[in-house]
């Protein structure tokens, strides 16, 4: 069974450019999450998809960020325009079931914006 | 609001001795709480959680917890450590009713020869 998988690995773009990150979840799994961590601090949730409903999008940092999941199954999260405090890595992950149960964490996409 | 502090960057441990990875934990409510471990260049992976019942709870790889509920911690521990389990590891909690996971800074387990 595939994991969940994000793309791209890395990415280095300038200020006040756009990027477009992907996440595919496992097969199957209604929940979806981002969370992004920036250098040598903690993992911060970003938002959760219950299928391609928004469930909680309270840690979004502002209005340049830009999450869709349609059809229920990937998602995106775009910036736009890019500031220099958005680098960092941007973790996606996955759930079939309660928000007691485990997670399924992408490798992360690491973003550098110089 | 909920909260984890993980209070040591890195821990040494040598190998076949025991380990320990401290978190304390602060919700509003009752709490959920999870251990992740994150390898080099690899998304993280699911170790163990608690919910409810039995204060101690085991996990992946030999990895236990004990909830302490008056301590407001969480930590981490084996009873022989391996070269094979260093890496980076997260302790996170959910407050009942919270969409996400609040995660401390992770600590860096080194585990020497």
């Known amino acids: 069974e595939a994991g969940v998988t994000q793309f791209p690995s890395h990415s280095v773009i300038e200020k006040g450019q756009t990027v477009t990150l992907r996440c595919d979840p496992i097969?199957?799994?209604?929940?979806l999450y981002w969370y992004r961590r920036v250098m040598g601090k903690e993992i911060k949730f970003l938002l959760h998809?219950?299928?391609?409903?928004?469930?909680?999008e309270s840690g979004m940092p502002n209005n340049r960020f830009l999450a869709e999941r349609t059809g229920g199954t990937y998602s995106t999260l775009k910036v736009q325009p890019a500031e220099l405090e958005d680098s960092g890595v941007y973790f996606c992950?996955?759930?079939?079931?309660?928000?007691?149960?485990?997670?399924?964490f992408g490798e992360g996409s690491r973003l550098t914006v110089l | 609001a909920q909260s984890v502090a993980q209070p040591e960057d890195q821990v040494n441990v040598a190998e076949g001795n025991p380990l320990t990875v401290k978190c304390t934990y602060s919700v509003s409510g009752n709490p959920y709480l999870f251990w992740y471990v994150q390898y080099p260049n690899r998304g993280l992976q699911f170790l163990l959680k608690?919910?409810?019942?039995?204060?101690l709870v085991k996990g992946s790889y030999g990895f236990e917890a004990e909830f302490n509920k008056s301590q407001t911690s969480f930590h981490l521990k084996k009873p022989s450590a391996l070269v094979s389990d260093s890496a980076l590891y997260f302790c996170?909690?959910?407050?009942?009713?919270?969409?996400?996971?609040?995660f401390g800074k992770g600590t860096h387990l080194i585990i020497q020869p």
């Open positions: 998809f219950v299928k391609e409903s928004k469930q909680d």
């Open positions: 992950a996955s759930s079939s079931g309660s928000l007691t149960g485990e997670l399924f």
């Open positions: 608690y919910i409810t019942g039995d204060n």
């Open positions: 097969s199957g799994h209604d929940n």
């Open positions: 996170a909690v959910r407050d009942w009713g919270a969409d996400g996971l609040t």
